[in-house]
Structure formats: structure tokens, C-alpha cells
């Protein structure tokens, strides 16, 4: 699994140079890679904790919608619609994700995935939690993803 936390600490964050509120790829510690040349992981489970996810960063993202067994977590910026189904809630026009509620949904993903839920499952889980929160979390890629080996 990868996780990428937006953020100052130079471990990991969006790389913003096509414009505000943007991301065109992503730093890890001091290497930024460009989302157009194709980066691509072998993770099954990538957490993108991250400022600025946008449908073109999707798009360079090569490797998620194109198969089975990876799937991208990402944040959609702005109410959850499962508690705001007729629009309404906290907006987020900065496209922002608070870091440290970003580390809890983590622990409770991470719970869910450890509990034989496959990615989908568990993050529809996680969202059931997101009363209050201006963005919520999405997949692309392969939603039955899990860490199951083998049921117990």
C-alpha cells in the first residue's frame, strides 16, 4: 500500500505547478515525479491524502481504471453526498484535506481492509463516517481490491 499525505513534512504532497489548487503530481521526500510522464506503482492500494486531485490528474494517473487489482483512494472536495443528497453542506473551494483527519480515516480504512472488506466496502464504510467533513473519499480503479488472502 501507498499512502501520500499532502502536506510540509517532504515525505509526501501534490506537485502544483499547473495552477492553484491543482495537482500535476506528486513529491515524495525530494523527487517529484510528473503525473503526464506516466508514473506508475505496483501497490494494490494507493491512499491519496492530497490538495488539488483533479480529472486531469486522474487521467495521467495510467495504471488505475485499466485492470484488476489496483485502486487509487482519493478525495473528492466537497460535501458528502450520502448526508447532503440534495446539495447543501461544507464547501471546499481551496479543494483542501485536513491532515489530520486524513491519518484517521486511514486507521479506520486500514481497520476495515484488516476486517476482510474489500476496497469499496470499506470505503463506503468511511464515508458513513464523514457526517461533518467538506470532502469525501472515491475510487478509481479496481473497487473489490482487497488485502484477504484467504478467509478465516
Known amino acids: 500500500m501507498i499512502v501520500v499525505f499532502d502536506g510540509h513534512a517532504d515525505v509526501g504532497n501534490s506537485l502544483t505547478s499547473l495552477g492553484y489548487y491543482k495537482a500535476s503530481g506528486l513529491c515524495l521526500f525530494d523527487t517529484c515525479l510528473a503525473a503526464q510522464s506516466g508514473f506508475m506503482q505496483k501497490a494494490k492500494v494507493t491512499f491519496l491524502a492530497a490538495c488539488g486531485i483533479d480529472t486531469d490528474f486522474l487521467s495521467y494517473w495510467q495504471q488505475v481504471g485499466k485492470g484488476k487489482g489496483q485502486a487509487l483512494i482519493y478525495p473528492v472536495y466537497g460535501p458528502n453526498p450520502t448526508y447532503y443528497p440534495n446539495g447543501g453542506g461544507p464547501t471546499n473551494p481551496q479543494h483542501s484535506v485536513n491532515l489530520i483527519a486524513a491519518a484517521q480515516d486511514l486507521q479506520f480504512l486500514l481497520d476495515q481492509l484488516a476486517a476482510w472488506n474489500n ?4 470505503v463506503e464504510l468511511l464515508n458513513g463516517t464523514l457526517t ?3 470532502y469525501y473519499w472515491a475510487i478509481e480503479g479496481d473497487p473489490s481490491v482487497t488485502f484477504a488472502t484467504g478467509k478465516q
Open 119 to 122: 476496497v469499496r466496502q470499506a
Open 132 to 134: 461533518t467533513a467538506n
